[in-house]
T-cell receptor
Framework: AQSVAQPEDQVNVAEGNPLTVKCTYS??????LFWYVQYPNRGLQFLLK??????LVKGSYGFEAEFNKSQTSFHLKKPSALVSDSALYFC?????????????FGKGTTLSVSS | NAGVTQTPKFQVLKTGQSMTLQCAQD?????MSWYRQDPGMGLRLIHY???????DQGEVPNGYNVSRSTTEDFPLRLLSAAPSQTSVYFC????????????FGQGTRLTVV
């Protein structure tokens, strides 16, 4: 069965410092991995995805993610955090089911960036 | 460019009442899905569809029905509301294929009393 784990409920970082939000996955076959961000009382916004190729994926708002096949991880990173990055972050994997369509989400990590 | 539109944004139901959450997308996406979001639980898949006339169950389908008569619309029906269905509901759509990202609506906050 496909699954995604986000081991940290909350990550706290000071503005200007690098940030990492962790994600590990379990999937049969090649993984298709995604990161989304949710601001309060809003829907989810797509940040970036890994399909194949370069293990470092760049996305919106200066975020990037590093795919590591041997560690089955897909950690979200940003070199210099902003207060406005404070939000709820979700890692997701495309399921391989009968229809091969649904996104399976982790439980989410709250990122808090202090000024 | 409307994207994915959900209505209503807020709803309060009494236990036992039924209602339909509406979802419409204008991107001609084949795939559509419904999720519920609960604190500490992330997003859990309720039902999904790969095209008009085709639906299937997700992780937590009990108490919910869906249909997909057109590409654009994917309504979620609560047959007999229960307090356990108090949640925020999100509809999502995407193009076909495993490498495509999903687009989400703004959500419906449902309270069942």
């Amino acid at each position: 069965a496909q699954s995604v784990a986000q081991p940290e409920d909350q990550v706290n970082v000071a503005e200007g410092n690098p940030l990492t939000v962790k994600c590990t996955y379990s999937v049969s076959g090649n993984p298709y991995l995604f990161w989304y961000v949710q601001y309060p009382n809003r829907g989810l916004q797509f940040l970036l995805k890994y399909i194949t190729g370069d293990n470092l994926v760049k996305g919106s708002y200066g975020f990037e993610a590093e795919f590591n096949k041997s560690q089955t991880s897909f950690h979200l990173k940003k070199p210099s955090a902003l207060v406005s990055d404070s939000a709820l972050y979700f890692c997701a994997v495309r399921a391989v089911n009968q229809a091969g369509t649904a996104l399976i989400f982790g439980k989410g990590t709250t990122l808090s960036v202090s000024s | 460019n409307a994207g994915v539109t959900q209505t209503p944004k807020f709803q309060v139901l009494k236990t036992g009442q039924s209602m339909t959450l509406q979802c419409a997308q204008d991107m001609n996406h084949e795939y559509m899905s419904w999720y519920r979001q609960d604190p500490g639980m992330g997003l859990r898949l309720i039902h999904y569809s790969v095209g008009a006339g085709i639906t299937d169950q997700g992780e937590v389908p009990n108490g919910y029905n869906v249909s997909r008569s057109t590409t654009e619309d994917f309504p979620l029906r609560l047959l007999s509301a229960a307090p356990s269905q108090t949640s925020v509901y999100f509809c999502a759509s995407s193009r076909s294929g495993r490498n495509t990202e999903a687009f989400f609506g703004q959500g419906t906050r449902l309270t069942v009393v």
